[in-house]
């Protein structure tokens, strides 16, 4: 079930990604509010994007693991050229790299934060926006940062 | 163990008209590079028996390929012993390591090795850069780009190529205190040396403050930061060592790196020769956007890991009597983008002492040549 906390509504269209044998559990995991990360079953390696066979051990045993949905921003951009007609700039685009593992990074946008807020390490989590049958997974600076108080009567420019 | 390297030999370049919106038909184009690379090389078009490419008449939006082996064959009346096209190489130049490993292997004697854009007039044609990723040519089309695997991880988020940069000039100004005048530093110096070259693309003069105001694309890159989609096509002959009709003029392949990565490629092309990066006098490293050709200072040992901001600092390190010229014809942002073609032929150029209005006062005897970025990578090392 739909959790409403992380599921976000916007005023546009995203393109929806397929949803394959290897990336349906990847792309609709949102579903109930949580983000899940193929992990191997006989390593432990998260693995981004995820493969059926883990690249460290070539363990074939891969399953879709529940994570924390937090972690910091690697780095961020605010993109200004319309690459998808659907979806009007400009926008955050960034990646940011989940805290159970470093390195796992995914790209992603950051929403409802000011881009005078936006930094490399910026504390972040995710939430989810609807494109066709899949639950695209979004960030968005962690409520209890430092900075949200002070940020929060900022206007930003960023849709996203 | 024999080198490939040491069996085969550049011979011959050619280059045909480059230029923005030339609405010219691009298997004339090829025709015009190829057979001028095939006359430099003081060879007929009968003695070529091996034609390479990238990325071949297949893997394509519009403008990304304008001909393929079997177009070119048929277009010029090849008839060849061994081809290879195909966009899964090492960079844009793996067209060129294949065409050493065909000629030192024996399956050929002399091969044309060739790479055609026609992006500038695919874009107005279509309506933009974007409008070229989309599928039924543009007119509300919906993206195309899941025929790869990975396009899925990206479109979803509007993501296009020049974030990728974005995300990699943001990451070492937080966290190496890299500034925008810079990053400028690549594109103002290519624009100084494109200044004397008739070939090159943009010429006029181009300043710090026009950088600094351009329009960005994804913050921080600007237009400036971004090279120029052209129209154009470049040509190569590699012969098999022994077999050059005037070898006073080939240019020597003193090593290659094929490896997966910046890093990679460079450390391999380092690990199949005795030159240092201190012998190199000049280097064409590929800058599809600013930040690429850092990357490449860096990968080749020219400076360490986020230094190359510092090192082209000021612009004059990488100007023409600096310690390490680079990108002396303009490069891609300002000569067009031929995809690492336009670069190996500026190398070409410098090292037989034939570049003309551009030619660098020493004539350079080894030269660095970069393709590519990321995980498409390859780096060549050459001498005269």
Same mark, same amino acid.
């Given at each position: 079930?739909?959790?409403?906390?992380?599921?976000?509504?916007?005023?546009?269209?995203?393109?929806?990604?397929?949803?394959?044998?290897?990336?349906?559990?990847?792309?609709?995991?949102?579903?109930?509010?949580?983000?899940?990360?193929?992990? +191997?079953?006989? +390593?432990?390696?998260?693995?981004?994007?995820?493969?059926?066979?883990?690249?460290? +051990?070539?363990?074939?045993?891969?399953?879709?693991?529940?994570?924390?949905?937090?972690?910091?921003?690697?780095?961020?951009?605010?993109?200004?050229?319309?690459?998808?007609?659907?979806?009007?700039?400009?926008?955050?685009?960034?990646?940011?790299?989940?805290?159970?593992?470093?390195?796992?990074?995914?790209?992603?946008?950051?929403?409802?934060?000011?881009?005078?807020?936006?930094?490399?390490?910026?504390?972040?989590?995710?939430?989810?926006?609807?494109?066709?049958?899949?639950?695209?997974?979004?960030?968005?600076?962690?409520?209890?940062?430092?900075?949200?108080?002070?940020?929060?009567?900022?206007?930003?420019?960023?849709?996203? | 163990?024999?080198?490939?390297?040491?069996?085969?030999?550049?011979?011959?370049?050619?280059?045909?008209?480059?230029?923005?919106?030339?609405?010219?038909?691009?298997?004339?184009?090829?025709?015009?590079?190829?057979?001028?690379?095939?006359?430099?090389?003081?060879?007929?078009?009968?003695?070529?028996?091996?034609?390479?490419?990238?990325?071949?008449?297949?893997?394509?939006?519009?403008?990304?390929?304008?001909?393929?082996?079997?177009?070119?064959?048929?277009?010029?009346?090849?008839?060849?012993?061994?081809?290879?096209?195909?966009?899964?190489?090492?960079?844009?130049?793996?067209?060129?390591?294949?065409?050493?490993?065909?000629?030192?292997?024996?399956?050929?004697?002399?091969?044309?090795?060739?790479?055609?854009?026609?992006?500038?007039?695919?874009?107005?044609?279509?309506?933009?850069?974007?409008?070229?990723?989309?599928?039924?040519?543009?007119?509300?089309?919906?993206?195309?780009?899941?025929?790869?695997?990975?396009?899925?991880?990206?479109?979803?988020?509007?993501?296009?190529?020049?974030?990728?940069?974005?995300?990699?000039?943001?990451?070492?100004?937080?966290?190496?205190?890299?500034?925008?005048?810079?990053?400028?530093?690549?594109?103002?110096?290519?624009?100084?040396?494109?200044?004397?070259?008739?070939?090159?693309?943009?010429?006029?003069?181009?300043?710090?403050?026009?950088?600094?105001?351009?329009?960005?694309?994804?913050?921080?890159?600007?237009?400036?930061?971004?090279?120029?989609?052209?129209?154009?096509?470049?040509?190569?002959?590699?012969?098999?060592?022994?077999?050059?009709?005037?070898?006073?003029?080939?240019?020597?392949?003193?090593?290659?790196?094929?490896?997966?990565?910046?890093?990679?490629?460079?450390?391999?092309?380092?690990?199949?020769?005795?030159?240092?990066?201190?012998?190199?006098?000049?280097?064409?490293?590929?800058?599809?956007?600013?930040?690429?050709?850092?990357?490449?200072?860096?990968?080749?040992?020219?400076?360490?890991?986020?230094?190359?901001?510092?090192?082209?600092?000021?612009?004059?390190?990488?100007?023409?009597?600096?310690?390490?010229?680079?990108?002396?014809?303009?490069?891609?942002?300002?000569?067009?983008?031929?995809?690492?073609?336009?670069?190996?032929?500026?190398?070409?150029?410098?090292?037989?002492?034939?570049?003309?209005?551009?030619?660098?006062?020493?004539?350079?005897?080894?030269?660095?040549?970069?393709?590519?970025?990321?995980?498409?990578?390859?780096?060549?090392?050459?001498?005269?």
């Amino acid at each position: 079930m739909t959790d409403p906390r992380t599921l976000v509504v916007e005023p546009f269209e995203r393109v929806a990604p397929p949803l394959t044998e290897r990336t349906q559990a990847f792309w609709t995991s949102g579903a109930d509010g949580r983000l899940r990360i193929a992990r +191997c079953q006989r +390593c432990r390696r998260y693995l981004h994007p995820p493969r059926p066979v883990c690249p460290a +051990c070539r363990g074939g045993a891969v399953a879709f693991e529940p994570v924390s949905g937090r972690g910091t921003v690697w780095s961020w951009t605010v993109n200004r050229y319309g690459w998808v007609p659907s979806m009007p700039p400009p926008y955050v685009v960034a990646q940011v790299e989940l805290a159970e593992q470093p390195g796992l990074l995914l790209f992603t946008n950051v929403i409802d934060c000011p881009p005078q807020r936006l930094r490399v390490g910026l504390p972040v989590e995710v939430c989810f926006a609807r494109a066709g049958e899949a639950y695209i997974p979004l960030f968005r600076p962690v409520p209890d940062d430092g900075e949200a108080a002070a940020a929060d009567g900022e206007a930003g420019d960023v849709q996203g | 163990m024999s080198r490939a390297e040491s069996a085969a030999v550049i011979t011959g370049v050619g280059r045909s008209r480059v230029g923005r919106r030339l609405g010219a038909d691009p298997w004339v184009l090829t025709a015009e590079a190829a057979l001028a690379a095939i006359a430099d090389a003081g060879l007929s078009p009968d003695d070529v028996d091996g034609v390479s490419t990238y990325p071949g008449a297949f893997w394509s939006t519009p403008g990304i390929t304008g001909a393929g082996v079997d177009d070119v064959r048929a277009l010029l009346g090849l008839r060849t012993r061994w081809h290879c096209g195909g966009g899964e190489l090492a960079g844009q130049l793996g067209a060129m390591v294949n065409a050493v490993l065909a000629v030192a292997g024996g399956l050929a004697t002399h091969v044309l090795c060739f790479r055609t854009v026609w992006e500038s007039t695919a874009q107005q044609a279509y309506g933009g850069r974007a409008a070229t990723l989309l599928d039924g040519g543009g007119s509300g089309g919906r993206p195309v780009r899941f025929g790869r695997e990975l396009a899925q991880w990206t479109t979803p988020f509007g993501i296009g190529y020049p974030c990728h940069a974005a995300l990699d000039m943001r990451r070492r100004m937080e966290l190496a205190g890299a500034t925008r005048e810079q990053f400028a530093q690549v594109a103002l110096v290519a624009r100084r040396y494109a200044a004397a070259n008739d070939a090159a693309v943009y010429r006029e003069p181009l300043t710090m403050e026009q950088y600094l105001d351009a329009r960005l694309i994804s913050d921080p890159v600007c237009v400036y930061d971004c090279d120029v989609p052209v129209d154009g096509s470049v040509a190569f002959v590699v012969s098999r060592a022994g077999h050059a009709p005037d070898p006073a003029r080939a240019v020597t392949f003193e090593a290659i790196g094929s490896a997966s990565g910046f890093d990679e490629a460079a450390a391999m092309m380092w690990d199949r020769t005795d030159l240092k990066p201190a012998d190199v006098d000049v280097a064409q490293l590929y800058d599809g956007f600013t930040v690429y050709a850092l990357r490449w200072l860096e990968a080749l040992g020219f400076c360490g890991a986020h230094e190359a901001t510092d090192f082209v600092d000021g612009g004059t390190r990488i100007g023409p009597d600096g310690e390490l010229p680079m990108n002396t014809g303009g490069g891609q942002l300002s000569g067009g983008r031929l995809h690492g073609f336009g670069g190996l032929l500026e190398a070409c150029l410098q090292l037989r002492g034939e570049a003309g209005a551009h030619q660098l006062p020493d004539v350079p005897r080894v030269a660095v040549v970069t393709s590519g970025a990321e995980a498409f990578t390859s780096a060549l090392l050459l001498s005269r």
